[in-house]
Antibody, heavy 122, light 107 residues
Framework: QPQLQESGPGLVQPSETLSLTCTVS??????????WAWIRQPPGKGLESIGS???????YYNSSLKSRVTMSVDTSRNRFSLKLSSVTAADTAVYYC??????????????WGPGALVTVSS | DIQMTQSPSSLSATIGDRLTITCRAS??????LAWYQQKPGKVPKLLIY???TLQSGVPSRFSGSGSGTDFTLTISSLQPEDVAIYYC?????????FGQGTRLDIK
């Protein structure tokens, strides 16, 4: 069973760029069978999909965040990353990385990281 | 994007009760529907995918049904450890989308 772990700053200044990395162990981001996804959850609220990435670099982004999101994958380090630019307080959330079991950016999320709380504040 | 709407938004039930949570998609998604359970302070856990397939290790009191636009999650006999928020998620097309959640607690 794969294990995923998010890492990155827990505090980001407004208007700056949020950067997170998800390192995968006991599994490979180079697998052709899966995509790798980012989901977020503002405090006390529901789940929101940010997007997903394939080992080849193909990405699918949520349309509401598309203009600010960049995802990348590093197969040599078995990890994938998220950048969210021009953040505001509304971007404060727990950010989860997860394995997306499916194809073309759609599927279900069968393994999740523990989550990383990112607070946007000056 | 496809919108997923759950009902009810909250539910209070007694131990041993049979209960159902409903999820409706804004357009047909075949059987591309998953259910997740999120216990307080915990990571969401996959319960069901493809509308009715139980993820390995999930108790058999959980079941799912539906196709097209209307789906249900049923708990056949509520247990104390089932207190959680339950989310549906459609995956017929990108981006994947979640319902707003149904909060379940014990009377």
């Amino acid at each position: 069973q794969p294990q995923l772990q998010e890492s990155g700053p827990g505090l980001v200044q407004p208007s700056e760029t949020l950067s997170l990395t998800c390192t995968v162990s006991r599994g490979s981001v180079s697998s052709t069978a899966y995509y790798w996804a980012w989901i977020r959850q503002p405090p006390g609220k529901g789940l929101e999909s940010i997007g997903s990435i394939y080992y080849s670099g193909t990405t699918y982004y949520n349309s509401s965040l598309k203009s600010r999101v960049t995802m990348s994958v590093d197969t040599s380090r078995n990890r994938f990353s998220l950048k969210l630019s021009s953040v505001t307080a509304a971007d404060t959330a727990v950010y989860y990385c997860a394995r997306l079991n499916g194809y073309y950016g759609v599927g279900y999320l069968d393994y999740w990281g523990p989550g990383a709380l990112v607070t946007v504040s000056s | 994007d496809i919108q997923m709407t759950q009902s009810p938004s909250s539910l209070s039930a007694t131990i041993g009760d049979r209960l159902t949570i409903t999820c409706r998609a804004s357009q047909g998604i075949n059987n591309y529907l998953a259910w997740y359970q999120q216990k307080p302070g915990k990571v969401p856990k996959l319960l069901i995918y493809a509308a009715s397939t139980l993820q390995s290790g999930v108790p058999s009191r959980f079941s799912g049904s539906g196709s097209g636009t209307d789906f249900t999650l049923t708990i056949s006999s509520l247990q104390p450890e089932d207190v959680a928020i339950y989310y549906c998620q459609g995956y017929n097309s990108a981006p994947i989308t979640f319902g707003q959640g149904t909060r379940l607690d014990i009377k």
